[in-house]
């Protein structure tokens, strides 16, 4: 059973991807570029100049960090006019990091989301089940780096043989498996193919929430 426990924000705390990948695809539409929901879904958490680069010159285009802080400010602009108001958690999250809580686990929230945005979207009810939270202005590199992983570890004084990660997409999946932890990936935006290098695949909350409460992982031997 591991007692600490890192938790992606958008897509596994907070039904929010569908929100943030609007906002990208109308950005990148208003400077004449078109991507797909799920194009956007594959580069969640790591959408920047370096570990995004392959969006660009897929449409032939050789982006410069102007071009691309540009596209950022825009898609930030977008998420916060038209949809930030949208977003809300999974319905079974509270009650599943209440039961996690009272199983005196540890809990971390490690997104690439910066500080100003964690602010508009994550409810207050929900802060004081976390320990740590890192988000991705108060880290060198983000995912799919292992940094936000390794700060949230060291936060913590966590042992890594002792900790998890839950992610749904595969950047963060990379900076976990990159920070040598055991990672869970739900399937909440992107379809088990795409989820592959996770140590386990969860199909949704509720079966995320047996796999963390109900001991499945030392039935599996994973635990």
């Known amino acids: 059973m591991k007692r600490h426990i890192f938790f992606d924000l958008d897509g596994v705390i907070l039904d929010s991807m569908k929100y943030h990948a609007r906002a990208w ?28 680069r392959t969006l660009f010159t897929s449409r032939g285009v050789i982006p410069t960090k102007e071009f691309f802080e540009s596209a950022f400010r825009l898609q930030k602009r977008l998420f916060l006019e038209r949809y930030v108001k949208l977003v809300k958690p999974y319905p079974q999250v509270p009650d599943l990091l209440e039961s996690l809580k009272k199983d005196e686990r540890k809990l971390a929230l490690v997104t690439s989301s910066h500080a100003e945005i964690l602010e508009k979207v994550f409810p ?10 890192v988000t991705g202005d108060k880290v060198p590199r983000r995912k799919p780096h292992p940094d936000p992983y390794l700060t949230a570890l060291s936060h913590l004084q966590a042992d890594k043989e002792d900790s998890l990660v839950v992610e749904n997409a595969p950047a963060g999946i990379k900076a976990a498996k990159s920070a040598e932890l055991f990672c869970v990936a739900i399937k909440t935006t992107l379809p088990e193919e795409h989820l592959k290098l996770a140590d386990l695949i969860a199909e949704d909350h509720t079966h995320l929430s047996e796999l963390l409460l109900d001991g499945s992982l030392k039935r599996e031997g994973k635990g």
């Open 124 to 133: 207050k009810t929900l802060e004081k089940f976390f320990d740590v939270i």
């Open 25 to 52: 695809i109308e950005a990148f539409s208003q400077l004449g570029l078109f991507f797909s929901e799920e194009e956007i879904y594959l580069h969640e958490g790591a959408i920047e100049l370096d570990t995004a």
